[in-house]
């Protein structure tokens, strides 16, 4: 085997290298812009630009902040399209920046009010070890696992279920108008926490019932109770691990498989594979990575998911695996306007 020569290397104090090295502080630098993010978010920055431009003065008078300081951090945003500040000093939304309104549909703010947050920036800091032993680090950090820890502090689990459904919302239609669904049968949403997909999927199907399957403090906030749905659905609370409601025809796991490591998986499809009507089939939502070096959401989600929990984001021979061990197989892929995909399976 070759043993690298450390004398073999790029000349890193050329003009050429420089950029690389700009890029490589700017990313070391990452924890400011979501620090940036989750300032802007917390003081309504993009709700008052809602009518307009504004100066940095005028909007430190609405929120209560140093003007001088305030630009700063809007500034920085600005470079990086959250936000635009023009030649006299007035910010402009921008469309990243739309997101981070308020009460408008598609907003995002409540996911970056959660994606910021210390239950996600804590567990990050331990990356380092989480990588050394082979385990999340929110448990080293919070003293319980995920989603136990959630069961037992109050306001935490309310920014995660009001996170996690702004985190879906802007994909429910998208990913409901991305798969044939039949026209007729029933439609088992396990995992769906407050139904924003079956909501979607029932609109667009009359023919189609829904059954929202989720632990009962999620369901308590559904969103089925909508025009033309009464008399189509139901919620049960329930334990996906154990059994899920027989004689589905389709059985959805949005963003479900990721938070769970593969034996944990291999129940849930194997639950939801006992269930299936004759002919049914099993669809994995979630983001399915891409081979090589170029951007891809699930990337980033993969290395949350290593710091929070003990699943990750799967790529088809990984989830191949998992069908086939819970007595299914895939059939076929499916892309979405947005970063997940639909992974459709049927009985083996």
Request: hydrophobic share 40%; glycine share 10%; aromatic share 6%.
């Amino acid at each position: 085997m070759n043993t690298p020569d450390p004398t073999d290397h790029l000349d890193l104090t050329d003009a050429a290298a420089n950029a690389g090295a700009a890029h490589l502080i700017e990313q070391a630098l990452g924890h400011l812009y979501s620090a940036a993010l989750r300032t802007a978010a917390l003081h309504h920055i993009a709700d008052h630009l809602a009518g307009g431009p504004r100066t940095a003065a005028e909007l430190a008078r609405l929120t209560g902040t140093d003007p001088v300081f305030l630009r700063r951090c809007l500034r920085y945003l600005a470079s990086r399209e959250v936000f635009s500040e023009d030649d006299h000093g007035a910010f402009h939304l921008t469309p990243a920046a739309q997101f981070l309104r308020t009460k408008v549909p598609g907003s995002l703010r409540d996911a970056v009010l959660m994606l910021t947050d210390d239950i996600f920036v804590r567990s990050s800091g331990a990356l380092d070890d989480t990588i050394r032993t082979g385990a999340p680090g929110f448990p080293q950090v919070f003293g319980a696992p995920f989603f136990e820890y959630l069961q037992g502090d109050s306001r935490a689990r309310e920014l995660f279920d009001a996170g996690m459904a702004a985190f879906s919302e802007p994909m429910d239609d998208l990913v409901a108008g991305a798969y044939p669904f039949p026209d007729q049968g029933t439609v088992v949403d396990v995992g769906g926490g407050r139904g924003g997909l079956l909501r979607q999927v029932l609109l667009r199907h009359p023919g189609l019932s829904g059954v929202l399957v989720d632990q009962a403090p999620a369901l308590e906030d559904h969103v089925l109770d909508a025009p033309g749905l009464s008399g189509r659905w139901r919620a049960e609370p329930g334990d996906f691990f154990a059994a899920v409601p027989d004689g589905g025809d389709v059985y959805v796991l949005k963003h479900v498989l990721h938070d769970w490591d593969d034996e944990a998986a291999v129940r849930i499809l194997s639950a939801c594979r006992r269930g299936l009507a004759p002919g049914g089939r099993v669809l994995v939502v979630d983001s399915v990575p891409e081979p090589g070096n170029g951007p891809h959401p699930g990337k980033a989600l993969d290395v949350a998911m290593m710091t929070l929990v003990t699943g990750r984001e799967r790529g088809p021979k990984e989830l191949d695996g998992l069908f086939s061990r819970a007595g299914l197989r895939r059939t076929r892929i499916l892309s979405t306007p947005t970063f997940a995909s639909i992974v459709e399976a049927v009985a083996a």
